[in-house]
């Protein structure tokens, strides 16, 4: 392949391979274990992150084994790919460029399939190589529907990811963390103020083990913001500002419902006792269920209601 920035990555992944195969070897040699002995056991045990890493990274060497298509010559002359690209240009700035697919090439290049709508509403499906609001942009070629674009242009390479050393195999420790749901019936069945304090103070908890669901929610965004980032188009990198300001908003919330958690703890107040539960009648044995909704149109009076 031409050299590319992402070729060290992938040469070292592929050492990573080499050796997990090597080791599952090294473990499966020997006398067969008795099944469900601990010595097989302990064989499984071993053999799980080599096994592990094949699952995760088998489908990069697949695509790299197909990396071996001719890629395709120019399909536009000079002149007529000026044209085209100043039509995309154009076409852009007004919204009437919609993207639906995007790769990189085997030389890092961006590649997007796009319909171009022209000023009679007509559309053409074009394919793209640059950065769709870059000085870079250029049309590689046109042509009649999206599979014969993808068909001409050339081939992709595996996608990255945002962070190299995580991995879906990897052990995730589940924290003991309060759902929203049951925050939400706990200020239903809350008599204290300070008892609701306490379901704020669970979702904003910013240290510990349990970390709030809110803080959590801030973490989400700004990791979404970050991906954004990551992927290094000018439409991508403005949407990640339009998310790391969010995540700052949310930050400012928490700390802002913290204070109020704080105030209401100070009012050392409890439910007035005219709101009085009501215990939910329960048919008995044998009776169909009451039902306890209103209806719909309240019936007409026909005799004044009686005290008692």
Do not use: K
């Given at each position: 392949?031409?050299?590319?920035?992402h070729?060290?990555?992938w040469?070292?992944?592929?050492?990573?391979l080499?050796?997990?195969?090597?080791?599952?070897?090294q473990?499966l040699t020997?006398?067969?274990?008795?099944?469900?002995?601990?010595?097989a056991r302990?064989?499984?045990?071993?053999?799980?992150?080599?096994?592990?890493?094949?699952?995760?990274?088998?489908?990069t060497?697949?695509?790299l084994?197909?990396?071996?298509?001719?890629?395709?010559?120019?399909?536009?002359?000079?002149?007529?790919?000026?044209?085209?690209?100043?039509?995309a240009?154009?076409a852009?700035?007004?919204?009437?460029?919609?993207?639906?697919?995007?790769?990189?090439?085997?030389?890092?290049?961006?590649?997007?399939?796009?319909?171009?709508q022209?000023?009679?509403?007509?559309?053409?499906t074009?394919?793209?190589?640059?950065?769709?609001?870059?000085?870079?942009?250029l049309?590689?070629?046109?042509?009649?529907?999206?599979?014969e674009?993808?068909?001409?242009s050339?081939?992709?390479?595996?996608?990255?990811?945002?962070?190299?050393?995580?991995?879906?195999?990897?052990?995730?420790?589940?924290?003991?963390e309060?759902s929203f749901?049951?925050?939400?019936?706990d200020?239903?069945?809350?008599?204290?103020?300070?008892?609701?304090?306490?379901?704020?103070?669970?979702?904003?908890?910013?240290?510990?083990?349990?970390?709030?669901q809110l803080?959590?929610?801030?973490?989400?965004?700004?990791?979404?913001?970050?991906?954004?980032q990551?992927?290094?188009?000018?439409?991508?990198q403005?949407?990640?500002?339009?998310?790391?300001a969010?995540?700052?908003?949310?930050?400012?919330?928490?700390?802002?419902?913290?204070?109020a958690?704080?105030?209401?703890v100070?009012?050392?107040?409890?439910l007035?006792?005219h709101?009085?539960?009501?215990?939910?009648?329960?048919?008995?044995?044998?009776?169909?269920?009451i039902?306890?909704?209103?209806?719909?149109?309240?019936?007409?009076i026909?005799a004044?209601?009686?005290?008692?």
């Open positions: 392949m031409p050299p590319a920035r070729h060290a990555g040469t070292t992944g592929l050492d990573e080499d050796h997990a195969a090597a080791q599952l070897q473990i020997g006398s067969p274990d008795e099944p469900g002995s601990e010595t302990r064989r499984h045990q071993a053999m799980w992150p080599f096994l592990a890493t094949w699952a995760e990274h088998a489908g060497v697949c695509d084994a197909e990396q071996h298509r001719t890629p395709p010559g120019p399909a536009l002359s000079g002149e007529e790919q000026r044209e085209w690209t100043e039509m240009r154009v852009r700035a007004s919204g009437r460029l919609d993207p639906y697919d995007s790769w990189y090439d085997r030389i890092n290049q961006l590649i997007t399939i796009a319909a171009l022209h000023e009679d509403e007509t559309y053409t074009v394919a793209l190589a640059g950065d769709l609001d870059g000085p870079d942009l049309v590689l070629g046109h042509y009649g529907d999206e599979m674009a993808i068909d001409a050339p081939q992709p390479v595996p996608a990255g990811v945002l962070r190299p050393g995580v991995s879906r195999y990897a052990e995730r420790v589940h924290s003991p309060t749901q049951d925050l939400i019936r200020v239903h069945e809350a008599r204290r103020a300070s008892d609701v304090a306490e379901a704020i103070e669970t979702a904003v908890q910013r240290f510990g083990v349990s970390r709030g803080v959590r929610l801030e973490e989400f965004v700004s990791v979404c913001a970050e991906f954004a990551a992927l290094g188009t000018q439409h991508a403005r949407v990640a500002g339009r998310l790391s969010l995540s700052r908003q949310f930050g400012a919330l928490t700390t802002e419902l913290a204070a958690g704080d105030d209401l100070s009012t050392v107040a409890v007035p006792p709101r009085t539960p009501r215990p939910h009648r329960h048919p008995g044995p044998g009776h169909p269920a039902s306890t909704a209103l209806p719909a149109t309240a019936p007409p026909t004044p209601a009686h005290r008692r």
